[in-house]
């Protein structure tokens, strides 16, 4: 399954073939984006149970771009949340971060942790649902994995 997604192929000539009727930019080629680092919440939920749905352009650069993916450390990392209950709620700030919260009632009052969206993919017995809403802002309920080891 690909990690490092690559840019789609440039053609410089435009679309009749002289390379005209087009605005030409030079800028630095784009540098390849890593499907294990997601910039939303839809991208988490995309590539949760696979980078075979990840395209180029919707994920944050690639962090060691001379690294096979195989030795890059986000790769490897693996994260674990060691609660006394079955789920938790991750509520979406304004910019779009995810926080842990202790009490999803309480709305923003509740003490959180802020994570990053690469966190929840290296999560490793952990299931995020669906997004929802309630008065205080957009949530998900993150839910032990059935078959995660207690």
């Not at 609660?83 to 009052?109: S, Y």
């Amino acid at each position: 399954m690909p990690v490092k997604l690559l840019p789609e192929g440039y053609i410089p000539r435009g679309p009749d073939g002289k390379g005209r009727n087009r605005l030409r930019v030079d800028a630095m080629e784009p540098n390849p984006q890593c499907a294990l680092l997601p910039n939303d919440y839809t991208t988490m939920k995309e590539v949760h149970r696979g980078t075979i749905w990840a395209r180029w352009g919707r994920y944050l650069p690639c962090l060691f771009v001379d690294k096979n993916c195989s030795e890059c450390s986000i790769f490897q990392q693996k994260n674990n949340l060691d609660l006394m209950t079955d789920r938790v709620a991750v509520r979406i700030d304004q910019q779009g971060m995810p926080h842990l919260m202790n009490h999803l009632e309480k709305g923003w009052a509740s003490f959180g942790y802020l994570k990053t969206w690469a966190w929840f993919l290296s999560l490793e017995g952990w299931e995020p649902g669906p997004l929802e809403r309630d008065k205080h802002g957009q949530y998900f309920w993150l839910t032990k994995a059935i078959n995660a080891e207690t």
